[in-house]
């Protein structure tokens, strides 16, 4: 981890969804990461008050670039300036990356079961995206629960994704609305079992969400057979 903070600047963004979009930042170092981890960002007001808040990576842009998305949380302090605000050639403190646990290289063998809800989604796109730069032979299942069509992240790169890597297996879990006549509905244990590796196949498994989404899909998985010591977990909100 680098303890200290840089001054970063913005480099371009896209929208992701009407209330997120991915922000692509250059520092000033070489900055290297790994899949999983995150960042600090610190914004000073021009009363000198700060906020500090953490942000995963969705992905490494080599030398000196990374890129966060961010959605907009209607009780945020940060976000909306993030989303709505801040622009190509705007400057911000960034401390990191941070974080060893929640992480994963593709040189680990074994099956890689990564669970989404909402935006947790944005650690496990960074795994995807090293999974397929590395044209990795491990088998990836994604199960990605969201509300609705208009709050997938990342749709058009998980289609293609889901369409080329042979190795990759994609699932959308719409809980208010879904398209093309599916049905609609929160994520259920039997849907999770069945979208998700056999205890047998011994995945790594990580789970992103808020804490109520993955506590509770993490004790489906273990109700179902599967290690705990092999469940890793990353949680925001409350």
Known sequence: MRRSWQTAEVSSTRPETARARTLRLRLPDVVTGVPGQHVDLRLTAEDGYQAVRSYSVAAWVPPRE????????????????????????????????????????????????LIAGGSGVVPLMAMLRSHSEARSAVPVRLLYSVRSPDAVFYRGELAVIGQENTQVMIDIAYSREAPDGRPAGRLTHEAVTASCFPPSDAPSVYICGSTGFVETVAAWLVEDGHDAGRIRTERYGG
């Open 66 to 113: 990374l890129e966060l998305t961010v959605e907009e949380l209607d009780d945020g302090e940060v976000s909306p300036f993030l989303v709505g605000v801040l622009s190509v050639g705007d400057q911000l403190e960034v401390r990191g990356p941070v974080g060893g646990w929640f992480t994963w290289t593709p040189d680990r063998a074994g099956p890689l079961q």
